[in-house]
C-alpha cells in the first residue's frame, strides 16, 4: 500500500524549501486533498510565529516517534494538528512555494511568495498586502508577494474568477497575470474571469479605467466603467466590448443598493434572484420565515450573502449560478 501521507521528515524539508520537484508535487496535492479549518484568525503578522508553530508540531511528533519505537502512530490526530494551523478559517489553502517555483514575473522579486486558493463552496473575501481586496470565487487562486514595498509595481498572478477593488496608488501600478492575459491598474474595481477550461478570459469594468494586454503583444485595450475585454487564448485575439446589462439585472461582483424593512428571508432571496441573475435555495422551511430589517448600500452579492449569514447564524455554499443557504432558525431572533 502506497503511503499518501507525507512524513514529519517531508513536511519539514518543504518547509525549508528542501524538497525536489517530485516532493513538491507530493505535498502540494496532499494539501489540496484536506478539508479541515481551523478557528484561529490569521493575519501576515502571524506568519513567523505560525510557521514556528508548524515546526515545533513536526519536532514534537519526530520526538515522540523516536521514544517509542513500534508505536502506530494515530495520523489523523497528528494531521489534524498541522493542517489546523496550514488550512485558514477563511477556508484558504496557504503554503509556501518552494525555491524551484519561479516568480509569476520580474516585478515580483525572488522572495518566495504566497499563494491563496479558495477551498470553499462560498466566495471569501482576500485581503493583499497593500489593503486591495479581491472576492475570490470557488477554486480560484491568487499569488502574490508577502509585500509590496520596495517594487516598483505590485504584481500578482491570478487564475479562475474574482473581484478585485484595488487601493489606489499612482506611484504603483497594479498587475495582474492571468496565463498570457495582463491587466494593469492603478485604483479601481473589475472583475476578472480566467479559468483555463474555457475559451475566452473576461476582464469586466464597474468602476475607474482598467489597461488590458496580451503578454505576447503590445496592444492594449483600455476599459471604463461598463466595458469589458474578451481574450481568446487560443488566438491571442482581443477585443473590447460594452456590457449588457440591464437595469435591475447584474453580475454577482456588481454593487447594489437595498433596504429591507422586516422582509422574510424568502422574499429577500427572491428579490436577490432577480437582481443578479441567480438561483436561491433554502434548505430549512423555518429560515426561509425569518425576518430581517437591513440596508445595503453600494453591496455586491457576497457581501450581502455573508451579511445575512451574520444576521441569522447561516451559512451558504455556491455551485456556478446556483445558491444554497443552511440554517437552524434565526439567530436567535
Same mark, same amino acid.
Given at each position: ?13 518543504? %518547509?525549508?524549501? #528542501?524538497?525536489?520537484?517530485? #516532493? %513538491? ?8 486533498? %484536506?478539508? /479541515?479549518? =481551523? ?12 510557521? @514556528? ?36 478559517? @477563511? ?5 509556501? *512555494? ?79 497575470? =492571468?496565463?498570457? %492575459?495582463?491587466? #494593469?491598474?492603478?485604483?479601481? =474595481? ?32 483600455? @476599459? ?13 485575439? @482581443? ?27 424568502? #422574499? ?36 450581502? /450573502?455573508?451579511?445575512?449569514?451574520? *444576521? /441569522? ?21
Amino acid at each position: 500500500m502506497i503511503n499518501k501521507t507525507p512524513s514529519p521528515e517531508l513536511l519539514r524539508k518543504y %518547509l525549508a524549501n #528542501e524538497c525536489t520537484d517530485s #516532493e %513538491l508535487r507530493f505535498v502540494d496535492e496532499w494539501y489540496r486533498t %484536506l478539508h /479541515l479549518q =481551523s478557528g484561529e484568525e490569521f493575519t501576515e503578522n502571524d506568519e513567523e510565529k505560525l510557521l @514556528l508553530r508548524i515546526r515545533d508540531q513536526i519536532s514534537d511528533q519526530e520526538t515522540v516517534v523516536e521514544k517509542t519505537p513500534g508505536r502506530v502512530i494515530n495520523w489523523k490526530v497528528y494531521l489534524s494538528g498541522i493542517a489546523a494551523a496550514l488550512i485558514l478559517s @477563511l477556508g484558504f489553502l496557504y503554503y509556501n *512555494l518552494g525555491s524551484q517555483t519561479q516568480p509569476v514575473s520580474s516585478g515580483i522579486g525572488a522572495e518566495v511568495p504566497v499563494k491563496m486558493v479558495n477551498l470553499q463552496k462560498k466566495i471569501v473575501r482576500y485581503e493583499l498586502p497593500d489593503n486591495s481586496i479581491v472576492w475570490i470565487q470557488p477554486g480560484a487562486s491568487i499569488e502574490h508577494p508577502r509585500s509590496f514595498n520596495g517594487k516598483g509595481t505590485r504584481e500578482v498572478k491570478f487564475e479562475g474568477e474574482g473581484f478585485f477593488n484595488v487601493a489606489k496608488d499612482r506611484d504603483h501600478p497594479f498587475i495582474i497575470h =492571468s496565463g498570457r %492575459l495582463k491587466t #494593469e491598474v492603478v485604483g479601481t =474595481s473589475f472583475n476578472v474571469r480566467a479559468n483555463r477550461d474555457e475559451k475566452t478570459y473576461q476582464v469586466s469594468v464597474v468602476t475607474g479605467s482598467v489597461s488590458v494586454s496580451s503578454e505576447d503583444q503590445d496592444e492594449k485595450v483600455l @476599459l471604463k466603467p461598463s466595458q469589458q475585454a474578451v481574450f481568446e487564448p487560443a488566438t491571442n485575439d @482581443l477585443r473590447m466590448a460594452n456590457l449588457d446589462i440591464k437595469k435591475n439585472n447584474n453580475e454577482t461582483w456588481q454593487p447594489v443598493s437595498l433596504t429591507f424593512d422586516d422582509v422574510p428571508l424568502q #422574499e429577500i432571496t427572491e428579490r436577490l434572484q432577480k437582481i443578479f441573475r441567480v438561483k436561491i435555495s433554502i434548505t430549512n422551511p423555518v429560515l426561509k420565515q425569518c425576518v430581517i430589517k437591513v440596508g445595503f448600500d453600494h453591496q455586491n452579492l457576497p457581501e450581502i /450573502l455573508e451579511m445575512i449569514n451574520t *444576521l /441569522l447564524g447561516s451559512t451558504y455554499e455556491i455551485d456556478g449560478d446556483h445558491i444554497v443557504l443552511s440554517g437552524e432558525g434565526c439567530g436567535g431572533q
